[in-house]
Structures are given as C-alpha cells and as structure tokens.
T-cell receptor, first 114, second 113 residues
Framework: ETGVTQTPRHLVMGMTNKKSLKCEQHLGHNAMYWYKQSAKKPLELMFVYSLEERVENNSVPSRFSPECPNSSHLFLHLHTLQPEDSALYLC?????????????FGPGTRLTVL | AQSVTQPDIHITVSEGASLELRCNYSYGATPYLFWYVQSPGQGLQLLLKYFSGDTLVQGIKGFEAEFKRSQSSFNLRKPSVHWSDAAEYFCAVGLNTGNQFYFGTGTSLTVIP
C-alpha cells in the first residue's frame, strides 16, 4: 500500500451505534488530519495531530473522538451521531503541521447516519 | 475570520478551450496558497502551491496560478482543457502560524467535447 488509505470506504450506522474510522499513511509523515466534507460546504478541518499529539481541535462535538496511537495511524471514533453528521470524512497527512506543507489525502469514508 | 471564496460553483468549458477558476481569500497576512483537485471517489490531489517569490506558479497537468496580493486572489488557469480535467477544484490557504487550513467550497468543472 502506498499513500494514505482509509477504511471502511462506506459506513452506514444508526444514531446509537459506535463505530471507528481508520486512516493509515505510508509516507513517513509526522502530521495527520481529519476533515469533514459536506455537500456545498467547504472542507472543515476537524483535528490535527503532530507527532502523535493533538495540536488542534476545531470545536468538534465530543461524539467525535480521535486517536493517534503512532505517526502512521489515525482513528476517528464515532458514537451517538446525528443525521447531520452524514458526510465524507477525509484523512490527510503532511511532513509536518506547518502551514506550507502539501497534504496528501486518502479517498475518504462515506458516512451515512440513519 | 479567515475565509476562502470560490465564486463559481460550476463551470462548463469545451475541450481545448482555456480555463480560469477564481479564488479569493481573506487573511491579514499573506497565507500559503494551494489548489487541489478531486476526482469522483478520490481524495484531493495537490495541483500547485504558492509560498513566496514569483507570483506565477506552475503545477502539474499543465495548470498554473497567479497570486495577486492587491486583489487577495489566487486564480487557477489552464490554456487548453482536456476531457480528463473534469473534476472538483478546491482553493485552500494555510496559515503561517501552522495548524490551520481553510478550503473554499469548490468549483465543479464539466468539459464538453
């Protein structure tokens, strides 16, 4: 595997379920990101991790819980989501978390909350 | 507050025609500027970026963009569009404080034969 991979690619869950999204980067990068992409809205940066430490949390509801066990893996744990949380969730990585770095994106997980 | 504006939601061009996609940003200092492209079912791919220096930057797939400080703009151009360029295009800024990136709403490009 090369680049940034995300699993699953599609996920349907009920509002009372608990699920996790997984992201893995094979680029040796030190920074990883979670974005939410909704139709007709800008990509929203949710979380930033640098060297496995969370450095940014953009007022994301607590029903989204990130985890970064090492610099190659990033998880987004989901619980008691709302239908408005349905979106494409993109993971990205970059060499570091400085503003000039190119980000490499995974293909995303299409999440539907019923 | 920082923001990125892409005023054109959807653009249709004929194959072989020239293309310009507009992007304006709002930020107190000069940010780092990017253009990404997203094909259906794919993640975003970087086309080009501007940090400093020459205000005309060249990217992949024959794209270029020009930074105009006075207009707070970073428009993307291509002299001759190919059918494979049909995709969603996103302008983005990265702040020089790090840890913050802002994207526009995207411009959807359709290419007709």
């Amino acid at each position: 595997e090369t680049g940034v991979t995300q699993t699953p690619r599609h996920l349907v869950m009920g509002m009372t379920n608990k699920k996790s999204l997984k992201c893995e980067q094979h680029l040796g990068h030190n920074a990883m990101y979670w974005y939410k992409q909704s139709a007709k809205k800008p990509l929203e940066l949710m979380f930033v991790y640098s060297l496995e430490e969370r450095v940014e949390n953009n007022s994301v509801p607590s029903r989204f819980s990130p985890e970064c066990p090492n610099s190659s893996h990033l998880f987004l744990h989901l619980h008691t989501l709302q239908p408005e949380d349905s979106a494409l969730y993109l993971c990205a990585s970059s060499q570091d978390n400085l503003g000039y770095g190119e980000q490499f994106f995974g293909p995303g997980t299409r999440l539907t909350v019923l | 507050a920082q923001s990125v504006t892409q005023p054109d939601i959807h653009i249709t061009v004929s194959e072989g025609a020239s293309l310009e996609l507009r992007c304006n940003y709002s930020y107190g200092a000069t940010p780092y500027l990017f253009w990404y492209v997203q094909s259906p079912g794919q993640g975003l791919q970087l086309l080009l970026k501007y940090f400093s220096g020459d205000t005309l930057v060249q990217g992949i797939k024959g794209f270029e963009a020009e930074f105009k400080r006075s207009q707070s703009s970073f428009n993307l151009r291509k002299p001759s569009v190919h059918w494979s360029d049909a995709a969603e295009y996103f302008c983005a800024v990265g702040l020089n404080t790090g840890n913050q990136f802002y994207f526009g709403t995207g411009t959807s490009l359709t290419v007709i034969p």
